[in-house]
């Protein structure tokens, strides 16, 4: 019982709260806020609305357990925004270059996307093993330096052409293309959705079945007794930031060979922070990350529908900050309750059996 | 921000030779050498643009943000609080500042600026002082937030005014100014084209001229702020908060009010570094994403500092000194800077070698050697890359001097009153 309380309340009392701050900041303005979330709710039935909330939370959740590979062992890897940018345009290049038979096509450039984001982790890696630089500071100065490469190499000088004023890669030929389904009118699901539920498993199954995720989880808890426990800490590191680098890899695959077939200068980004964000909201559990990413699409998707009523669309942006902002310091009142609480149990049996009452101060 | 795992290794002696340098010697002899450098480069490649007074001038704009919210970071980490939500709060100051700027003018953005950081460090605070959040994770949550504030109330407030929700109308800036004479007579001597003399010249004549007040604030927060945390009353016990917090509670200091304090301080700063950013001559205004990154890198400024004033203010004028260059002469200058960078790792690792550091000579040495092979085999920086040369010059300084850097001991952990009692 308490621990069902102890993992659902911190959310729900977070997304209340962030509720009622944008309700306040609705008012203010003169909008209803119930106009606003009836508009949102009824937008999912609508469109392409509820396939893109599925197509997008799958991504979503792939940044999200890339984002947690690292929480675990309390590296915070900032940089996965850099490694699934690097990492898609590099895996569009080749998908474009090469003409195998399909199935291996897919495979070929999913496996370099997961070994180019693993790279592109490898260095903050090796830098925090090797030269105790932080991993936060290291990380976010290689997403600029992503910047900077993806723009070299979809260049016209590097592996660019100029399609209408748009820069793009080669198309990936169709033997490279994710089959999805298709549900006609309402859109279509990327067969990459399935692939981020079979790595969430594997995410799951390395964590509590492997001798691995066994010493990833200690190393994080206390590398002190990780280390005395035979645990080498400096390779834990670097195995769980290019572990971390190489899903973060796969995050702008699911578009890529779902929808746009090519790397642009317009593809997508800003994945890697909603990446720390759902992991924030699921306490880096499989389950917990799927069910904040399917919370974070809805908002992204639904807040479309805001438009047409005369809402600023940008409500939902501070609408998902003070969702981050109030779950992390939920976590922590309800931790510091669950252990306070704790602490009187104890007390309560301890004077239950020895019979005298507890020493009163200390 | 710990830039360094903290090892329980033996205290360094620091006594071990008698006669250390003060501060302000060692600077001089800093910026001696990194003026040295640049007029052998100079000369050598014959990139006259590395020691313009225009490249200069250029630098000192590009500075400011970096230098305030470098500072953002010195005042949080040195109560012992990282604040990575810099990036947000930046951003928040710089609509406070384009919305005070565009109703009150110029001095009103500054004051705005500032009050709408303060306002993210007080967030910051509550959840990482009052509540223990991990530091890191409230500081992102903030920098979502701030973005989503911002939009939202540019959104509002500047989409009747300038039709653009990315974009607020254009401000009035303040008024520049030149030191003179100062600024004319090096002007003159950096046209005489004398090799070191005129690099010089060229090199201080930017830093004289084209000034506005918040430029000679910046620069005047350097040394308040060291003295301010290192020679007054107040600013010892907010170190100690940062050290050992549990020592300064045994001696009366309120931890949480100091840390309060430190953390609004600090995002006041990094608010003025939104407000430079909004009041930069070029650009007169709120524009969206024109932070881009700045927040972090003044983080990272302030840790190859070794989390001292003086030591952050020459990270950020590296910065803003490689930023101008790229912007005004591009990729050419840029390859000359990589020249420049492998001279400087040789005389880094004959420095360390004199002092018996053989592993970091190594390193330093190695780096220099990859530096020039890079140097040798491409003729030009491509233009894409130059523009990130910051980020590149970062992580390879943090590389080679990150074991020699000293973090506050207790920067970025939890403290809870009556600990230790």
């Known amino acids: ?362 | 921000m710990t830039a360094v795992e903290t090892k329980p290794a033996a205290p360094v002696p620091q006594a071990r030779n008698g006669r250390r340098l003060p501060g302000w010697a060692r600077a001089a002899i800093v910026v001696a050498i990194g003026v040295g450098i640049l007029a052998i480069t100079t000369t050598l490649t014959g990139q006259y643009q590395l020691t313009s007074s225009g490249t200069t001038q250029a630098a000192v704009r590009l500075l400011l943000p970096i230098l305030f919210a470098a500072l953002g970071g010195l005042w949080a980490e040195r109560s012992g609080v990282i604040n990575i939500g810099l990036e947000g709060m930046m951003i928040l100051g710089t609509w406070g500042a384009a919305w005070a700027g565009f109703y009150w003018g110029p001095w009103a953005a500054v004051i705005g600026g500032l009050v709408f950081g303060a306002l993210g460090g007080v967030l910051h605070a509550i959840a990482t002082v009052t509540f223990g959040v991990n530091h890191i994770v409230s500081g992102v949550a903030i920098t979502l937030l701030g973005m989503g504030i911002t939009q939202y109330l540019a959104q509002l407030i500047f989409v009747p005014l300038s039709r653009n929700p990315r974009q607020s109308p254009r401000i009035e800036g303040f008024e520049t100014f030149s030191i003179q004479p100062l600024a004319d007579w090096l002007a003159e001597l950096e046209g005489q084209q004398r090799v070191l003399l005129s690099d010089a010249a060229g090199l201080l004549g930017g830093v004289v001229s084209g000034l506005t007040p918040l430029v000679v604030l910046g620069f005047l927060f350097v040394p308040v702020s060291y003295y301010v945390l290192w020679r007054s009353r107040f600013g010892l016990r907010l170190r100690s908060c940062g050290e050992n917090p549990v020592a300064a509670a045994s001696l009366g200091v309120n931890v949480f009010t100091y840390k309060y304090l430190a953390v609004i301080i600090s995002g006041g700063f990094a608010g003025l570094g939104g407000a430079a950013l909004t009041l930069n001559p070029g650009q007169l205004g709120y524009l969206e994403g024109q932070t881009g990154g700045r927040g972090y890198i003044g983080l990272a400024a302030m840790i190859f500092g070794n989390w001292r004033p003086g030591g952050l203010l020459a990270g950020a004028a590296l910065f803003g000194y490689v930023d101008g260059v790229q912007l005004r002469a591009g990729g050419e200058a840029v390859h000359a800077l990589l020249y420049a960078t492998s001279i400087l790792a040789v005389i880094l690792a004959i420095f360390w070698a004199a002092r018996r550091h053989w592993r970091s000579a190594a390193v330093a040495l190695a780096a220099g050697l990859v530096v020039y092979a890079v140097y040798w085999v491409i003729p030009e920086v491509p233009r894409e890359f130059a523009s990130y040369a910051p980020q590149l010059v970062t992580l390879l300084v943090l590389a080679v001097a990150s074991q020699r850097l000293r973090p506050p001991a207790a920067v970025g952990l939890e403290y809870r009153r009556g600990e230790g009692d």
């Open chain 1, 1 to 362: 019982m308490t621990r069902i309380r102890t993992v659902l309340l911190p959310p729900v009392l977070a997304i209340v709260f962030a509720a009622l701050l944008c309700a306040v900041a609705l008012l203010i303005n003169g909008d209803s806020p119930l106009t606003a979330l009836r508009v949102m709710v009824t937008q999912v039935g609508e469109g392409t609305t509820a396939v893109d909330i599925i197509n997008t939370g799958a991504i979503y959740y792939v940044a999200g357990l890339a984002v947690a590979i690292g929480f675990q062992m309390k590296l915070f890897n900032i940089g996965v925004e850099g490694q699934f940018r690097l990492a898609a345009c590099v895996a569009a290049i080749a998908g474009g270059a090469l003409s195998l038979p399909p199935g291996l096509h897919t495979l070929v450039i999913i496996l370099v996307g997961a070994a180019v984001g693993a790279l592109w982790a490898s260095v903050p890696a090796l830098l925090k093993a090797y030269r105790g630089v932080h991993e936060v500071i290291s990380s976010i100065m290689m997403n600029f330096i992503a910047t900077g490469v993806i723009a070299y190499l979809i260049s016209t000088e590097g592996f660019g052409v100029l399609r209408g004023n748009n820069i793009s890669t080669d198309p990936i030929e169709p033997t490279g293309h994710f089959p999805g389904i298709s549900f006609g009118a309402s859109g279509t699901i990327f067969g990459f959705v399935f692939l981020a539920a079979a790595l969430g498993l594997a995410y799951g199954f390395m964590l509590n079945r492997t001798r691995f995720g066994f010493e990833l989880k200690a190393s994080g808890e206390s590398p002190t007794a990780a280390a005395a426990g035979g645990v080498d800490a400096r390779r834990m590191v670097i195995v769980a930031l290019l572990l971390s680098g190489a899903m973060a890899g796969l995050v702008g695959l699911p578009e890529l060979l779902g929808r746009d077939h090519a790397y642009t200068l317009t593809s997508p980004a800003g994945y890697g922070f909603t990446g720390i964000a759902v992991a924030l909201l699921g306490r880096n559990h499989p389950v917990g990350i799927a069910l904040g990413a399917l919370l974070w699409a809805f908002l992204d998707k639904s807040a479309l529908a805001l438009d047409n009523v005369g809402v600023p669309r940008e409500i939902v942006l501070i609408m998902q900050g003070s969702i981050v902002l109030s779950v992390v310091i939920a976590y922590e009142i309800v931790r510091r309750y669950e252990l306070a609480a704790e602490q009187r149990r104890v007390a309560a049996q301890l004077r239950a059996v020895t019979g005298v009452p507890a020493e009163v101060g200390s």
